[in-house]
């Protein structure tokens, strides 16, 4: 092994002799100090010039709120939902119970991983192993996929938000994930000790999932098998539908759009991963016998296209995963490739690109959204910027609605969900062929 060279004192006095011998180090220091690195890296002439103003807007009403939890991808395919639902029942506003969803999904996962991690207790799987300490890294955070989330509400259907509301835990996570990922973690370690003894780990396994239900239900509020359901609707209009379940409520009211039948397109820019194939992530789900996590891996630009497509012809919002970090002005709601100039105040060149981001740890999905907008020119082809309904509140962005330039929806959009329909004919033969299983920590398993 080459020997590691310490940082000694000769070259730290090089490193400030050189630092102090630029004038713009000083400048940037004074105004990074006392202003932060956004306000002075910010691209004043990108910034301005990245209007609200779009030739294609979805409405889709008040945009939600998570809190401080990251249930994006629950509020962002139910926002895809409600507009359905708004659009059956004749509603301005509607929305659907995030908290009811994140229970079952939640409960689910406690099923999953147990299930999972007893198999490789069984199969030997080396504790210090990467696969097993991944998963036990990994487990009950509040990320997720649009194929998990399809997968709850074809199970348990969805409910209106005020008949399932939002709890201190739902709201703020944190703890109620601590003492789930605790007990995970103890049903493990009791796994691990009786190996050999198939029955007493079906025995954890199965305290373990009560434990679990336990858990949720005492921080979430125990979730209605059924309700009654009345509304009036932006008309004045009375409606009684009388008693319904959750996944009689959902089959009526978004069925129509059938989600269920989606398909979850990504850009995966790794050259190994050939366009037009199916990939997925092994160990990646949440519902035991619910629809596998799979994607098909296509260039960016047939994503937009089905995009664009999706909104200008069928008017509905379309569901997608990005890394939304780079480049963001979260109070402004704004994102282009150039928004901000770091290098120019470190004088580094900030130069990979999409697929050296991947492939080197620099950048993942982690936060998914909704399209409810486009901007094409006058020349009928050119896409300029998107409007994306986020569920971070109202005080930010365009009342919580951001913009986003068109460059970086190439650079930083992993993935969207777009009816099948919309696929040609080899994309369609493509989804009949078995995926390419990635492993467990393989970046495009992301959870948003």
């Known amino acids: 092994m080459t020997e590691l060279k310490?940082?000694?004192?000769?070259?730290?006095?090089?490193l400030t002799a050189d630092f102090d011998g630029n004038v713009a180090n000083t400048m940037a220091m004074n105004a990074v100090?006392?202003?932060?690195?956004?306000?002075?890296?910010?691209n004043y002439d990108r910034a301005r010039l990245l209007q609200r103003r779009f030739s294609t807007t979805v409405d889709n009403g008040e945009v939600t709120h998570q809190d401080h939890s990251g249930r994006c991808w629950l509020f962002s395919s139910l926002n895809v939902a409600r507009f359905v639902a708004k659009k059956n029942m004749?509603?301005?506003?509607?929305?659907?119970?995030?908290?009811?969803?994140?229970?079952?999904?939640?409960?689910?996962r406690?099923?999953?991983?147990?299930?999972?991690?007893?198999?490789?207790?069984?199969?030997?799987?080396?504790?210090?192993?990467?696969?097993?300490?991944?998963?036990?890294?990994?487990?009950?955070?509040d990320g997720g996929q649009w194929t998990m989330a399809l997968n709850v509400y074809k199970k348990y259907g969805a409910v209106p938000k005020d008949l399932y509301p939002e709890t201190e835990s739902s709201k703020n996570t944190g703890e109620m994930n601590t003492q789930l990922r605790h007990m995970l973690h103890t049903a493990v370690a009791h796994m691990e000790a009786a190996a050999?003894?198939?029955?007493?780990?079906?025995?954890?396994?199965?305290?373990?999932?009560?434990?679990?239900?336990?858990?949720?239900?005492?921080?979430l509020g125990e979730p209605p098998k059924s309700f009654d359901w009345e509304w009036t609707d932006?008309?004045?209009?009375?409606?009684?539908d009388g008693e319904i379940t959750p996944v009689e409520f959902w089959k009526k009211y978004v069925g129509s759009a059938d989600l269920e039948s989606y398909v979850c397109l990504v850009d995966d820019p790794r050259a190994e991963h050939a366009k037009g194939?199916?990939?997925?992530?092994?160990?990646?789900?949440?519902?035991?016998?619910?629809?596998?996590?799979?994607?098909?891996?296509?260039?960016?630009?047939?994503?937009?296209?089905?995009?664009?497509?999706?909104?200008t012809e069928q008017g509905i919002p379309v569901w997608f995963g990005a890394d939304c970090h780079p480049m963001m002005d979260r109070e402004l709601g704004e994102w282009a490739t150039d928004l901000f100039e770091y290098g120019k105040v470190y004088g580094y060149d900030f130069d990979m690109d999409k697929e050296q981001r991947v492939r080197?740890?620099?950048?993942?999905?982690?936060?998914?959204?909704?399209?409810?907008?486009?901007?094409?020119a006058d020349d009928g082809t050119t896409t300029r910027r998107w409007r994306v309904e986020n569920s971070w509140g109202s005080k930010i962005a365009d009342h919580g609605y951001f913009t986003m330039g068109d460059d970086w929806f190439s650079e930083y959009v992993y993935e969207v969900a777009v009816p099948k329909a919309l696929l040609p004919d080899e994309y369609l033969k493509a989804l009949d062929e078995p995926a390419t299983m990635l492993p467990a920590w393989d970046p495009m398993g992301a959870l948003a």
């Open 90 to 108: 004749n509603l301005k506003e509607f929305e659907f119970s995030q908290n009811y969803a994140m229970y079952y999904d939640k409960l689910e």
């Open 110 to 141: 406690v099923n999953y991983f147990l299930q999972d991690m007893a198999a490789l207790v069984r199969a030997g799987e080396p504790v210090d192993g990467r696969l097993f300490q991944h998963m036990l890294a990994d487990v009950m955070g």
């Open 360 to 376: 080197y740890g620099d950048s993942a999905m982690n936060h998914a959204m909704a399209f409810v907008g486009v901007d094409v």
């Open 234 to 240: 932006k008309d004045g209009e009375f409606h009684r």
């Open 6 to 14: 310490p940082l000694d004192a000769a070259k730290l006095d090089e």
């Open 33 to 42: 100090t006392v202003a932060g690195i956004n306000k002075v890296a910010r």
């Open 277 to 311: 194939r199916k990939i997925g992530i092994e160990h990646l789900g949440n519902v035991v016998g619910g629809d596998a996590t799979e994607y098909l891996n296509v260039p960016v630009q047939f994503m937009k296209d089905c995009v664009r497509t999706i909104l």
């Open 196 to 219: 050999t003894d198939d029955a007493a780990i079906d025995d954890i396994i199965a305290k373990a999932t009560a434990a679990g239900h336990r858990i949720l239900t005492i921080h």
